[in-house]
């Protein structure tokens, strides 16, 4: 009912965000476990993912590219993005989870996206800083590195001027507005 009634901005952040904490704080202590956790993820990926094709269009002259880098398989909040972005009319590129930099430049390039948005989850997740220092230094200049999720902050500092946080979503529809 609710994601056929709300605006997209309130269903991820009132809705299925909440939703997904939720799962992800209580599957230690509910019957079920890991497993409820995993089926609420691949239920709200699916609801995400109908969306981002329902908003999607390949004819938008800006083009945003959405990942998660290597090591980071925590998707449902880069995907929330993707589907804002395309509500927002934006084009948009969604690669999914667990990306090395190098696949991403080669994706960047081939979809001419001037803008790369990154879900960033695990701040001890290993060789992160590598991957998106890598990633920062060969993106061409004119393409910008938006950096969001629990570990952003952090990453973000260590990529200096090269990267934007974004804090959370109400900040990235804001960043979307400017483009």
Same mark, same amino acid.
């Given at each position: 009912?609710h994601?056929a009634t709300?605006p997209p901005?309130?269903?991820v952040e009132?809705? $299925? ?11 230690h202590?509910v ?5 409820s956790?995993h089926?609420m ?6 609801l $995400? ?16 590219l959405?990942a998660?880098p ?7 909040g880069?995907l929330a993005a993707?589907? $804002? ?5 934006v ?9 090395p930099a ?8 081939a979809?001419?996206?001037t803008?790369?948005v $990154? ?6 997740a290993?060789?992160?800083?590598n ?11 004119n393409?910008e590195?938006?950096l969001?999720?629990?570990a952003?902050?952090a ?10 946080t974004i ?11 400017h483009?």
């Amino acid at each position: 009912k609710h994601a056929a009634t709300l605006p997209p901005i309130r269903l991820v952040e009132d809705v $299925l965000l909440p939703a997904m904490r939720d799962a992800g704080g209580e599957w230690h202590r509910v019957r079920g476990g890991i497993a409820s956790e995993h089926v609420m993820s691949a239920t709200l990926r699916h609801l $995400l993912g109908t969306f981002l094709r329902l908003y999607a269009r390949d004819d938008r002259e800006t083009r945003l590219l959405f990942a998660t880098p290597s090591g980071d398989r925590h998707e449902v909040g880069i995907l929330a993005a993707a589907m $804002l972005a395309a509500s927002h009319g934006v084009g948009v590129t969604y690669l999914g989870p667990d990306l090395p930099a190098d696949e991403i430049l080669a994706a960047r390039d081939a979809s001419g996206a001037t803008v790369v948005v $990154l879900g960033v989850t695990m701040a001890d997740a290993p060789g992160l800083s590598n991957e998106l220092q890598r990633l920062a230094g060969h993106l061409p200049p004119n393409v910008e590195l938006w950096l969001g999720g629990a570990a952003a902050v952090a990453q973000a500092h260590r990529l200096g001027a090269r990267a934007t946080t974004i804090a959370d979503f109400a900040a990235f529809t804001h960043q979307l507005d400017h483009l």
